[in-house]
């Protein structure tokens, strides 16, 4: 089904066609529903823009990758590879925003993206450990337990999303030394 994988390591990488893929697919799947930065849809472009440009300001091939999955000359889905420059947790990466277009769900673009992702951290950045939180209720436990992730806690009724839809903050976490990817 994907096509291609491709990596973005500098806002050069980022094009300007890409930007509109990757700002249409992020508003697709807020609104959608999808926990993906933006707790209450609609979202338009004057939210999501903005945010998308910051984020392709940090991009920097020690710092933060892009990683993008095509299918059939569009954009199925993204993902955000995050290092800290402290050299204390410098070893950690993070992942943000993980996204796969609704147009493209069920069709393994979230786990092609997450291997990859696993590929990327361990063997170009030299990265030991992942981590990241995710909204409880959604079923996300079970799609990263499935791909090597354990929890490691709960931040308890984080989240509010209305006044009758608290949810927890999952946190998760992957060793990748000394492991083959799932």
């Given amino acids: 089904m994907i096509t291609a994988l491709a990596h973005a390591s500098s806002p050069g990488d980022v094009s300007p066609a890409l930007r509109r893929c990757l700002i249409d697919c992020w508003i697709a799947v807020t609104n959608a529903g999808g926990a993906a930065g933006f707790p209450f849809p609609p979202v338009g472009e004057a939210e999501v823009a903005p945010v998308l440009d910051a984020l392709v300001d940090r991009l920097g091939p020690d710092r933060h990758r892009l990683i993008t999955a095509t299918a059939g000359g569009r954009l199925a889905g993204w993902v955000v590879l995050g290092r800290d420059p402290n050299p204390l947790v410098a070893h950690w990466g993070s992942v943000h925003h993980l996204q796969t277009h609704p147009d ?40 990263y337990a499935a791909l090597g992730w354990r929890e490691s806690g709960r931040w308890p009724a984080a989240l509010r999303l209305t006044p009758h839809d608290t949810r927890d903050e999952v946190l998760m976490r992957r060793d990748l030394r000394g492991t083959e990817d799932t």
């Avoid at 769900?105 to 981590?131: F, I, N, P, Q, Y």
Wanted: avoid cysteine; proline fraction near 0%.
């Fill in 104 to 143: 493209f769900r069920g069709r393994g673009v979230g786990t092609a993206l997450m291997r990859e992702l696993h590929r990327v951290a361990r063997d170009e950045l030299s990265l030991d450990h992942l981590r990241l939180a995710a909204r409880g209720g959604e079923g996300l436990e079970t799609f």
